[in-house]
């Protein structure tokens, strides 16, 4: 079935360093793809999306691009704030007739010391 | 911006007890959704619905039921629940291929 992997359960960096979180998916054809971020005591927050190979999607520095070659859609940021501490998902949206419903992967706990 | 409201924020129950969790949204979405999140698990769909009436089974289903009364309304029913239901559950909603837009969660203990 569809699902999506993040591999790191917890990422720890200083403030300014480089931000890579990982994801992969299985999915047949080309699923929408997202990425959420969740701070304590909210629920998720949609951050961006994309749907086709090769678009990326951005907001808020955190940028990701589609690789239907790799089944990727890792998460990056030039530079952390503290303020970016949170739990991040990915997540796809198959392609129709089951486009109506998310599957999330397990979430990254990103820490970020000042 | 779309508003999901969820209530009771926190509840506790004991085994075999029924729990009604409520969720509301403004914004006249076509679909909502019922998730639990749990640590090592992410967010799974219990179920979700596409209108007034309708309801669609998720990928975690068992023991809990649902209704959707009006395009507003969304409930999830616990009517004998168990430990292993003790999470905090979240509400969706969203409108046709866009994002979803969460509420505020719901923290249950079953003791």
């Known amino acids: 079935g569809d699902s999506v992997t993040q591999t790191e359960g917890q990422v720890a960096l200083s403030e300014e360093d480089f931000l890579t979180i990982h994801c992969n998916y299985s999915a047949s054809g080309y699923p929408a793809l997202f990425w959420y971020v969740q701070y304590p005591g909210e629920g998720p927050q949609f951050l961006f999306r994309a749907s086709r190979d090769k678009e990326k999607g951005s907001s808020r520095g955190f940028e990701a691009t589609y690789n239907k070659e790799a089944t990727s859609f890792h998460l990056q940021k030039a530079s952390v704030q503290e303020s970016d501490s949170a739990v991040y998902y990915c997540a796809l949206s198959p392609p129709m007739p089951n486009y109506n419903v998310l599957y999330f992967g397990s979430g990254t706990k990103l820490t970020v010391e000042p | 911006e779309a508003a999901v409201t969820q209530s009771p924020r926190n509840k506790v129950t004991v085994t075999g007890g029924n729990v009604t969790l409520s969720c509301r949204q403004t914004?006249?979405?076509?679909?909502m959704y019922w998730y639990r999140q749990d640590t090592g698990h992410g967010l799974r769909l219990i179920h979700y619905?596409?209108?007034?009436?309708?309801?669609q089974i998720g990928d975690v289903p068992d023991g809990y039921k649902a209704t959707r009364t009006t395009q507003e309304d969304f409930f999830l029913l616990l009517e004998l629940a168990s430990p292993s239901q003790t999470s905090l559950y979240f509400c969706?909603?969203?409108?046709?291929?866009?994002?979803?837009?969460f509420g505020p969660g719901t923290r249950l203990t079953v003791l």
């Open positions: 619905s596409y209108g007034a009436g309708n309801l």
């Open positions: 969706a909603s969203r409108d046709w291929d866009a994002e979803q837009f």
């Open positions: 914004n006249s979405h076509n679909y």
